[in-house]
T-cell receptor, first 114, second 114 residues
Framework: GAGVSQTPSNKVTEKGKYVELRCDPISGHTALYWYRQSLGQGPEFLIY????????DSGLPNDRFFAVRPEGSVSTLKIQRTERGDSAVYLCASSPQLGSGELFFGEGSRLTVL | AQSVAQPEDQVNVAEGNPLTVKCTYSVSGNPYLFWYVQYPNRGLQFLLK??????LVKGSYGFEAEFNKSQTSFHLKKPSALVSDSALYFCAVRDDNYGQNFVFGPGTRLSVLP
């Protein structure tokens, strides 16, 4: 499709398990962002990429969280040793130009940690 | 660092009446300001942005917003509300002193009553 695609749309896992969330941005978009949205709150910044490199990962809450974008297109957010507090909707957005502001969001991956 | 406040959790307005959704911000540099809308079970959609220039910016679906530097505000407005405008609205800011990260407000739920 033409939009940002995120998989899986829903993921239920047990505490302590490893999880990967995938984002397929709009073709040609060089900037890619990950946000986390908890119920009743606004999106919280995690990390953004310009091309293959993580330009700013200051929003990652701790070293259990890691993200990659090896070929400058698809990105994977990886969460190790999941905790119940990690439960949220993880949003990916891409943009044709870093900092332009017009972010194109996917529908998110809802993560539930039991 | 930049921050955004949306003082109203909920705004109710009758169909056909004008609507305003409030946003105030704090930055150390120049602000880049944005509004996004989120419909149920959908990703966030870009509505409009202020980067520079005219303080009144027009966006999608008949929405507009006014940048007020002295009041550090960027309120979203529409002259005549539609029931279909009912959604969650997020204000976001980028501080050009702090890279390419966008900070989102907590959101305001708009309900347009028929």
């Amino acid at each position: 499709g033409a939009g940002v695609s995120q998989t899986p749309s829903n993921k239920v896992t047990e505490k302590g398990k490893y999880v990967e969330l995938r984002c397929d941005p709009i073709s040609g978009h060089t900037a890619l962002y990950w946000y986390r949205q908890s119920l009743g709150q606004g999106p919280e910044f995690l990390i953004y990429f310009q091309g293959t490199g993580a330009a700013d990962d200051s929003g990652l809450p701790n070293d259990r969280f890691f993200a990659v974008r090896p070929e400058g297109s698809v990105s994977t957010l990886k969460i190790q040793r999941t905790e119940r507090g990690d439960s949220a909707v993880y949003l990916c957005a891409s943009s044709p130009q870093l900092g332009s502001g017009e972010l194109f969001f996917g529908e998110g991956s809802r993560l539930t940690v039991l | 660092a930049q921050s955004v406040a949306q003082p109203e959790d909920q705004v109710n307005v009758a169909e056909g009446n004008p609507l305003t959704v409030k946003c105030t911000y704090s930055v150390s540099g120049n602000p880049y300001l944005f509004w996004y809308v989120q419909y149920p079970n959908r990703g966030l959609q870009f509505l409009l942005k202020y980067i520079t220039g005219d303080n009144l910016v027009k966006g999608s679906y008949g929405f507009e917003a006014e940048f007020n530097k002295s009041q550090t505000s960027f309120h979203l407005k529409k002259p005549s509300a539609l029931v279909s405008d009912s959604a969650l609205y997020f204000c976001a800011v980028r501080d050009d002193n702090y890279g390419q990260n966008f900070v989102f407000g907590p959101g305001t739920r708009l309900s347009v009553l028929p």
